[in-house]
């Protein structure tokens, strides 16, 4: 096991009702103005916006609102929330909604105190300083809840880009199942998709003796095999909603990533899928994911047999292992598409003559990336081509 620390300092707040709390919490952490910002109109259709706004009412805390985050959220409307912020004096940011939702606020928490374009720090330069961020979830998808991470995309060539920093991990984040109970069937698939990468970018690793990291993985692993198929099903069923929750939160909070090396090339893979075409998150990753699994399974194939074996129920076949980690990616493609997702370019909505703008953009020159098989330019051009052609 490598040396490590980890920092998590939200306060999970998990529950049915609790976005009533909301009030309490912002003034616990020391917000006297707010910026409400949300998304598409979700959180105001449900009745939670006004739960808020109620909430903050109760506990004496003037605030301003700025909705319209679209999922892959857009820089342009982070320059508003940026203005927005100076000219009202907020000195907090409450996000109601998803990783979207989540990301453009941390956005506009680094950019107001800066006095540059706030871009700079999604090209590289660290984040020196930002407002606190807190959220109330609605879907559980993208651990942005627990995170330091923050993706936006740039709408001038729809470039997708991140930031991280222990500075943009939220200081609260209320988390109700019940409100993901009004998501649609596609939206908890793609929530699900990314909660399993999240595990998978870690679980494939070189450092070896992280028995307790690979348990901790598996349990979340499970979890998603067993609930996911639940929720779809019965959309209300709460405790299912309510373990995928916090297996969303436990997946990306880096509990389960400590002490090893990471991979995240299929996420930086897919961040070019879904900037190019503009498809969810999830969606892409269910395509990429399989792929880049397939591509690089010889590299330790005990390990995808540890998967296969202990994740997805296959037998292990001593005599030939290959077959048995191969199953258990065909297991876990066909797992996606049961629950609605796309496996391949077609039913994403992709196009295979892409590929080489899609390489040019994820940008390593000759270079390479990833943490558990190093990738060339040339190996990415392959897994997109598997992606591009995946069945079951
Ligand atoms: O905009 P509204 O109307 O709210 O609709 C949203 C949106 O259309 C809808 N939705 C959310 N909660 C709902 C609901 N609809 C009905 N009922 C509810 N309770 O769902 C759609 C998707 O929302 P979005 O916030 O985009 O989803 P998600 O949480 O998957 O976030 C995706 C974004 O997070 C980034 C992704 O790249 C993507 O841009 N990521 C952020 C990470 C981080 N900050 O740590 C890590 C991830 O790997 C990921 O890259
Ligand atoms: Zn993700």
């Given at each position: 096991m490598l040396n490590f620390n980890f920092y998590s300092p939200t306060e999970f707040v998990f529950g049915k009702g609790r976005a009533a709390e909301a009030g309490h919490f912002v003034k616990k952490y020391g917000g006297t103005k707010?910026?409400?910002?949300?998304?598409?109109?979700?959180?105001?259709?449900?009745?939670?916006?006004?739960?808020?706004?109620k909430s903050l009412d109760d506990a004496g805390i003037p605030y301003c609102e700025l909705g319209g985050v679209k999922p892959?959220?857009?820089?342009?409307?982070?320059?508003?929330?940026i203005e927005l912020c100076r000219a009202e004096g907020v000195d907090f940011i409450l996000a109601v909604g998803g990783g979207s939702?989540?990301?453009?606020?941390k956005a506009i928490a680094v950019g107001v105190?800066?006095?540059?374009?706030?871009?700079?720090?999604?090209?590289?330069?660290?984040?020196?300083?930002?407002?606190?961020?807190?959220?109330?979830?609605?879907?559980?998808?993208?651990?942005s809840e627990g995170s330091g991470d923050s993706v936006i995309t740039k709408e001038d060539g729809m470039l997708k880009r991140g930031t991280g920093s222990d500075l943009l991990r939220p200081r609260f984040s209320i988390m109700d199942p019940s409100l993901t109970q009004t998501l649609p069937a596609y939206q908890t698939a793609c929530g699900a998709t990314d909660i399993m990468a999240h595990v998978f970018e870690r679980y494939f690793t070189n450092t070896t003796e992280v028995e307790i990291t690979d348990r901790l993985c598996e349990a979340v692993l499970l979890t998603m095999v067993k609930e996911t198929p639940r929720v779809i099903a019965d959309p209300d069923n709460y405790e299912a909603r309510a373990n995928i929750m916090w297996a969303g939160t436990v997946a990306h909070t880096n509990l389960?990533?400590?002490?090893?090396?990471?991979?995240?090339?299929?996420?930086?893979?897919?961040?070019?899928?879904?900037?190019?075409?503009?498809?969810?998150?999830?969606?892409g990753l269910a395509v990429i994911m399989p792929a880049w699994m397939e591509y690089v399974h010889g590299h330790n194939v005990m390990r995808f047999c540890q998967m296969a074996t202990r994740v997805f129920g296959c037998q292990m076949n001593y005599e030939n292992p290959e077959a048995t980690a191969l199953e258990g990616i065909r297991r876990f493609r066909s797992f996606l598409k049961s629950i609605g997702m796309p496996i391949n370019f077609?039913?994403?909505?992709?196009k295979e003559e892409d590929i080489?703008?899609?390489?040019?953009?994820?940008?390593?020159?000759?270079?390479?990336?990833?943490?558990?098989?190093k990738l060339n330019r040339n190996d990415i051009t392959e897994i997109y081509r598997i992606a591009a052609h995946a069945s079951l």
């Amino acid at each position: 096991m490598l040396n490590f620390n980890f920092y998590s300092p939200t306060e999970f707040v998990f529950g049915k009702g609790r976005a009533a709390e909301a009030g309490h919490f912002v003034k616990k952490y020391g917000g006297t103005k707010v910026l409400i910002h949300y998304g598409g109109g979700s959180a105001v259709k449900s009745g939670l916006i006004d739960t808020v706004k109620k909430s903050l009412d109760d506990a004496g805390i003037p605030y301003c609102e700025l909705g319209g985050v679209k999922p892959n959220p857009r820089d342009t409307l982070v320059y508003k929330g940026i203005e927005l912020c100076r000219a009202e004096g907020v000195d907090f940011i409450l996000a109601v909604g998803g990783g979207s939702v989540i990301d453009s606020s941390k956005a506009i928490a680094v950019g107001v105190p800066y006095d540059g374009d706030f871009w700079d720090m999604y090209s590289g330069k660290p984040v020196e300083k930002a407002l606190p961020v807190a959220t109330v979830l609605t879907i559980a998808a993208a651990g942005s809840e627990g995170s330091g991470d923050s993706v936006i995309t740039k709408e001038d060539g729809m470039l997708k880009r991140g930031t991280g920093s222990d500075l943009l991990r939220p200081r609260f984040s209320i988390m109700d199942p019940s409100l993901t109970q009004t998501l649609p069937a596609y939206q908890t698939a793609c929530g699900a998709t990314d909660i399993m990468a999240h595990v998978f970018e870690r679980y494939f690793t070189n450092t070896t003796e992280v028995e307790i990291t690979d348990r901790l993985c598996e349990a979340v692993l499970l979890t998603m095999v067993k609930e996911t198929p639940r929720v779809i099903a019965d959309p209300d069923n709460y405790e299912a909603r309510a373990n995928i929750m916090w297996a969303g939160t436990v997946a990306h909070t880096n509990l389960c990533g400590v002490g090893r090396e990471q991979d995240w090339n299929s996420h930086g893979i897919e961040h070019e899928l879904s900037g190019l075409y503009d498809v969810a998150h999830g969606a892409g990753l269910a395509v990429i994911m399989p792929a880049w699994m397939e591509y690089v399974h010889g590299h330790n194939v005990m390990r995808f047999c540890q998967m296969a074996t202990r994740v997805f129920g296959c037998q292990m076949n001593y005599e030939n292992p290959e077959a048995t980690a191969l199953e258990g990616i065909r297991r876990f493609r066909s797992f996606l598409k049961s629950i609605g997702m796309p496996i391949n370019f077609t039913e994403l909505g992709a196009k295979e003559e892409d590929i080489p703008t899609l390489v040019e953009k994820f940008g390593i020159g000759d270079g390479t990336t990833g943490g558990f098989m190093k990738l060339n330019r040339n190996d990415i051009t392959e897994i997109y081509r598997i992606a591009a052609h995946a069945s079951l």
